[in-house]
């Protein structure tokens, strides 16, 4: 009987065993999951390799524009925000719509839209009413949200008023370089309410 019992206790060590293995490879599979989609999300596309050694920012790059393209708008959710004005309590309801340069950028876009919408905030946030009213300061804006927004997507834009107080303070003749291709062709207002 004692051989019996020997052999009863046996198959539960080939039982563990199976059970460890198969942990382990479920372990080792999910690494290796997890390793490739690291690998398949830092990993830039083929189109911005080819153009720019693998390093190119997504609207950096200079792209001939086909005339007979369609245009790529993306709406905005409308942003409402408390305004700068000191005398009153005032805010602001804004609709705004971009217009991108290629399908490619909407795809950015919505991937750092967080970014964007938090830069258009900011920006509108430091606006006062009387700004806002007038047409230059609406055209004004529609500038500034193209910049805010190209930033959001990681691009770097000077700011043009810096720009324009550094060089007459300091006279230079230099030409400045020519500012990068931003990758929102035309901002849009689909509302504008301020109260």
Same mark, same amino acid.
């Given at each position: 009987? &004692?051989?019996?019992? /020997?052999?009863?206790?046996?198959?539960?060590?080939?039982?563990?065993?199976?059970? =460890?293995?198969?942990?382990?490879?479920?372990?080792?599979?999910?690494?290796?999951?997890?390793?490739? !989609?690291? =690998?398949?999300?830092?990993?830039?596309? !083929?189109?911005?390799?080819?153009?720019?050694?693998? *390093?190119?920012?997504?609207? /950096?790059?200079?792209?001939?524009?086909?005339? *007979?393209?369609?245009?790529?708008?993306?709406? =905005?959710?409308?942003?409402?925000?408390?305004?700068?004005?000191? $005398?009153? $309590?005032?805010? !602001?309801?804004?609709?705004?719509? =971009?217009?991108?340069?290629?399908?490619?950028? +909407?795809? #950015?876009?919505?991937?750092?839209?967080?970014?964007?919408?938090?830069?258009?905030?900011?920006?509108?946030? *430091?606006?006062? #009413?009387?700004?806002?009213?007038?047409?230059?300061?609406? +055209?004004?804006? !529609? @500038?500034?949200? /193209?910049?805010?927004?190209?930033?959001?997507?990681?691009?770097?834009?000077?700011? $043009?008023? /810096?720009?324009?107080?550094?060089? #007459? &303070?300091?006279?230079?003749?230099?030409? @400045?370089?020519?500012?990068? +291709?931003?990758?929102? &062709?035309?901002?849009?207002? &689909?509302?504008?309410?301020?109260?």
């Amino acid at each position: 009987m &004692s051989a019996a019992a /020997a052999t009863a206790d046996a198959p539960a060590p080939k039982g563990k065993k199976k059970l =460890l293995i198969i942990i382990i490879a479920a372990v080792v599979v999910l690494a290796l999951g997890g390793v490739g !989609a690291v =690998l398949m999300l830092k990993k830039p596309p !083929a189109d911005e390799e080819e153009a720019g050694g693998g *390093h190119a920012k997504p609207a /950096a790059t200079a792209k001939a524009k086909d005339p *007979h393209a369609k245009p790529v708008y993306v709406p =905005l959710e409308p942003f409402t925000v408390n305004l700068a004005d000191k $005398e009153a $309590e005032r805010y !602001a309801q804004v609709g705004i719509t =971009l217009e991108l340069v290629d399908a490619e950028t +909407e795809t #950015s876009l919505k991937t750092f839209m967080p970014a964007v919408r938090n830069n258009v905030l900011m920006l509108l946030a *430091h606006k006062t #009413s009387a700004e806002l009213m007038e047409r230059d300061g609406k +055209e004004k804006l !529609a @500038k500034e949200v /193209a910049r805010e927004t190209a930033r959001g997507l990681g691009i770097e834009v000077e700011d $043009e008023e /810096a720009d324009d107080e550094e060089v #007459s &303070s300091k006279k230079k003749k230099r030409k @400045k370089p020519a500012p990068p +291709e931003l990758p929102i &062709s035309a901002v849009y207002f &689909s509302t504008f309410i301020i109260q």
